[in-house]
């Protein structure tokens, strides 16, 4: 059973860069097939899809972000990131890493990690 | 992008009886190369994340009581739950996976009446 963990600090200052990162176990980061989401949550915007990057590292983000998003994989590490740029306090939220074999068509979200709140303040 | 509209906001029923949420698309999920609604229903506890109970719009996952069913096609959608459980409490949302970027329904929060 593939899970996933993220980390990352819960705290963040305003125009500064919010930086997570999800590791997966129970299964390889690089199984064919497999896409590896970020999506956050928040009381104002509700879920929200920020992107994935998949098994062939082909990555795809929500146009939302304004280009703020980057994601990348640590394929030595099973593990992949997100980078966040000129956070406002629009970007607090609970951010999930999750999973999606690919089985029920891309997008259908299977593994997802507990969450962590991220809160951009001074 | 597709917007997800999701009826009503916050719905409360007995005990074993019957909950309906609606879900509508500003445009059509259904990818006709396959006929498949690419429509997911997720229920979420709170402090938790989450669960996908179904896909295509009607198959259930893995694991998923079967008084969970979901129903409809193109830009209508239907969960339903037969016979309430205390442990049905949650929000539900539902979500398209037809095109990028993937969006999903403000949520219906479900409560014991």
């Known amino acids: 059973q593939v899970q996933l963990q993220e980390s990352g600090p819960g705290l963040v200052k305003p125009s500064q860069t919010l930086s997570l990162t999800c590791t997966v176990s129970g299964g390889s980061i690089s199984s064919a097939g497999y896409y590896w989401n970020w999506i956050r949550h928040s009381p104002g915007k509700g879920l929200e899809w920020i992107g994935y990057i998949d098994y062939r590292e082909k990555i795809y983000y929500n146009s939302s972000l304004n280009s703020r998003a980057t994601i990348s994989v640590d394929t030595s590490k099973n593990q992949f990131s997100l980078k966040l740029t000129s956070v406002t306090a629009a970007d607090t939220a609970v951010y999930f890493c999750?999973?999606?074999?690919?089985?029920?068509?891309?997008?259908?979200?299977?593994?997802w990690g507990q969450g962590t709140l991220v809160t951009v303040s001074s | 992008d597709i917007v997800m509209t999701q009826s009503p906001d916050s719905l409360a029923v007995s005990l074993g009886e019957r909950a309906t949420i609606n879900c509508k698309s500003s445009q059509s999920v259904l990818f006709n190369s396959d006929n498949k609604n690419y429509l997911t229903w997720y229920q979420q506890k709170p402090g938790q994340p989450p669960k996908l109970l179904i896909y295509?719009?009607?198959t259930r996952e893995s694991g998923v009581p079967d008084r969970f069913s979901g129903s409809g096609s193109g830009t209508d959608f239907t969960l339903t739950i037969t016979s309430l459980q205390a442990e049905d409490v949650a929000v539900y949302y539902c979500q398209q996976y037809y095109n990028l970027p993937y969006t999903f329904g403000q949520g219906t929060k479900l409560e014991i009446k």
């Open positions: 295509w719009a009607s």
């Open positions: 999750v999973g999606d074999s690919g089985v029920s068509g891309a997008g259908s979200f299977e593994y």
